[in-house]
């Protein structure tokens, strides 16, 4: 008998494809999640509040930008840690993980990828650490799965640009010391600037209201003639390409980050049809729960398999952004079939807060939609094996 | 100042227990590796100490072969400097405490912590026998340690109340529960650190074995429970008195 009850699904030895530090840095972040995490997330989770005070502990364990270099003082490990990093905050909330998703993926990569010597010392440091905060703006009120289209432009004023437009939906912008700004030039050439809170008409009002995701902060980003100094732009990038390969590195780490929270859904949902006992037996006895049981592990694995692959391409730096798209794509729609198909196991139970699965549920309805919806990825893969682009 | 941290590589607390060989050896079929929680407190407490301010090196050591050096990374990933692995499946606590002994003798460390007990084999053994072999004090069972000025302060429990203890060095002490908070979890930056720490594998000095393991037996499987019905007062009597005969 396989024992997937407790501890770590690994129906197909996948563990063996792991180095022992891979293993150590997972039982790690397990442990921190069991202690600082699972304690109060539903409570955070009823009162839309959010666990802020998190976020510094994010630094100190290392959490915020795995992979940027030792240089600037984060721990340089590779996309596998990475990953694994994230399938164990997502195992606590999806709000934990987005944050160190965002911080990691669409703060400090494009800074390391595309900002000048200066600005990866001024701010790669202090985000690795958790004492700044970062958040990243593409989408807009208007332009969502077609960034292309954004509005929000700046212009050269000689000695600094003058920045307007808005973004919305933005991880934690009502809370972020700086936000990387996807905007238009004048000649209508996307750049990334760096905007630092506090410049006269920057705002960052809160959106209020969510039923998904409510231990995370939302907001917008609202720039109305802000002065960007100009040693603020990412030098070394344009186009939509910027933006997009943020996107890669934020979708690769979601592929996993939906393995945590299938894996929490799917063991609550095996440990309880073992006890819950009806017509005398536990409800694990019937044809249709197993059912249900042996479709999720098995949707589950192939999840694991296809994230685990992801990440030896990645560490080749060969993964390409149709192949990331699938496994978000793939792996989020999984999760979010397990939480439904684990939540009817638990019957009414499965609705209470005494279990995971109903936030697990509700996250991944905004997971399965930012950073590409579940449609928009399906495309991506519909035109890298056709040629065509069928979203234009 | 140099420490010397004993890390027991012992199964998860959640790991189903099975024997084989004639219920002599401990099946190690599926079974996950930790640090012992004694040992974890132990080496937690002494980079705190580090932490705040003390110039200490910290040596964890670990009698065993290669499989356990996944543990003494995690020693090292926590934030020990360094760590020794004397290479040879360990036997009994006689054998251990004589190597480890050993290794302090040659190292020029000013003490030595161990767990108060392995939680596998609950011997609880090797402190004493370590500090016998060297002929310097042993502190069983501290809850409470710091570094004083030329001694070391510990605290015990003892039936009813505390013992506040201090020992000049070297000494041998064993961590029991409360010798630190909670054991450190290993950062992310700590764990790629420890890649560049040195874990050096030394051969074993000759020790003959003084006990063997003859049988292992596993505590007896618990009854199913029973559930009688409230207002069934006689036939919870009767339960009690035919059944689990206790009245």
């Known amino acids: 008998m396989k024992n997937i009850e407790n501890g770590f699904i690994d129906y197909f030895n996948i563990d063996e494809l792991l180095t022992e530090e891979h293993l150590l840095i997972r039982k790690s972040v397990r442990d921190w999640v069991n202690i600082n995490v699972l304690p109060d997330i539903d409570k955070y989770n009823h009162e839309h509040e959010s666990p802020v005070h998190l976020i510094k502990k994010l630094g100190d364990i290392g959490a915020l930008g795995p992979f940027i270099s030792e240089k600037y003082g984060a721990p340089g490990m590779d996309y596998i840690s990475y990953g694994l990093i994230m399938q164990e905050l997502e195992r606590g909330d999806t709000a934990i993980r987005s944050t160190a998703s965002v911080q990691s993926s669409l703060v400090m990569y494009p800074i390391q990828a595309f900002g000048s010597e200066t600005q990866k010392q001024k701010f790669l ?19 969502g799965s077609d960034p292309g289209s954004m509005e929000t432009k700046f ?18 912008s009502p809370i972020a010391d700086i936000a990387i700004v996807w905007a238009k030039n004048e000649e ?20 209020k209201n969510k039923w998904s995701l409510r231990a995370s902060i939302t907001g917008e980003l609202v720039f109305d003639n802000v002065k960007v100094p100009k040693e603020n732009l990412l030098p070394n990038v344009k186009g939509l390409k910027g933006p997009m390969m943020c996107l890669n590195s934020a979708r690769y780490g979601i592929a996993w980050g939906a393995l945590g929270a299938a894996a929490d859904c799917l063991q609550t949902a095996v440990k309880y049809s073992m006890e819950r006992k009806q017509f005398n037996v536990p409800i694990a006895s019937f044809q249709l729960t197993q059912k249900k049981i042996a479709e999720m592990l098995t949707e589950l694995t192939s999840a694991q398999l296809m994230a685990w692959r992801l990440g030896k391409l990645m560490n080749d730096n060969k993964a390409t952004p149709s192949q990331i798209s699938m496994a978000k794509r793939n792996n989020v729609f999984m999760a979010l079939k397990i939480a439904r198909e684990s ?38 893969t519909g035109f890298d094996v056709t040629g065509i682009p069928a979203f234009k | 100042m140099k420490a010397l941290i004993c890390i027991g590589h012992v199964p998860d607390t959640t790991s189903k227990i099975r024997f084989t060989d004639n219920d002599t050896k401990f099946d190690t079929t599926d079974i996950q590796y930790i640090i012992g929680p004694y040992e974890e407190l132990g080496l937690t407490r002494l980079l705190d ?11 964890a050591i670990n009698v065993g072969l290669k499989e356990t050096e996944a543990t003494l990374r995690k020693a090292l990933a926590m934030g ?12 009994d606590a006689f054998f251990v405490a004589k190597q480890i002994a050993e290794v302090f003798k040659n190292g020029e460390y000013d ?59 070297p000494f041998v002490t064993s961590a029991g529960k409360d010798f630190a ?13 420890a890649r560049r720490k040195k874990l050096e594998v030394i051969t074993p000095v000759e020790q003959n074995l003084k006990t063997e393991v003859s049988k292992h037996y596993l505590p007896a499987a618990k009854p199913a429970c029973k559930m009688v019905s409230p207002d069934n007062v006689e036939e919870l009597v009767r339960l009690l008195h035919e059944e689990a005969k206790i009245i």
């Open chain 2, 80 to 91: 020990a400097d360094e760590a020794v692995r004397i290479d040879i499946d360990p036997t």
């Open chain 1, 188 to 207: 209508g050439v996307v750049k990334g600037l760096i905007v630092e809170k506090g410049l006269e008409g920057f705002t960052a009002p809160e959106t």
């Open chain 1, 125 to 143: 440091p202090k985000l690795a650490k958790g004492e700044i905060v970062g958040a990243f703006g593409l989408t807009e009120p208007n332009h």
């Open chain 1, 343 to 380: 939540r009817q196991i638990l019957g009414a139970m499965g609705i209470s807060g005494d279990y995971p699965i109903m936030r697990h549920m509700m996250n991944l309805e905004s997971v399965i939609t930012y950073e590409g919806t579940h449609d928009i990825h399906l495309l991506i």
């Open chain 2, 181 to 193: 908070k909670e054991p450190r979890i290993p950062g992310m930056r700590g764990i790629m650190a």
């Open chain 1, 155 to 172: 212009v050269d004023k000689g000695d600094h640009y003058l920045l307007n437009g808005a973004k919305m939906w933005i991880t934690n």
């Open chain 2, 111 to 169: 003490f030595i912590v161990t767990g108060k007990e392995s939680i596998d084999y609950n011997g609880g053994q090797v402190d004493g026998m370590i500090a016998e072999f060297l002929n310097i004090p042993s502190v069983t069972g501290a809850t409470k340690f710091d570094l004083l000025e030329g001694k070391a302060g510990f605290e015990r429990e003892i039936d009813g109340g505390k013992e506040v203890v201090e020992s000049v060095f």
């Open chain 2, 49 to 59: 100490i580090k932490d705040a301010g003390t110039d200490l090196h910290i040596t």
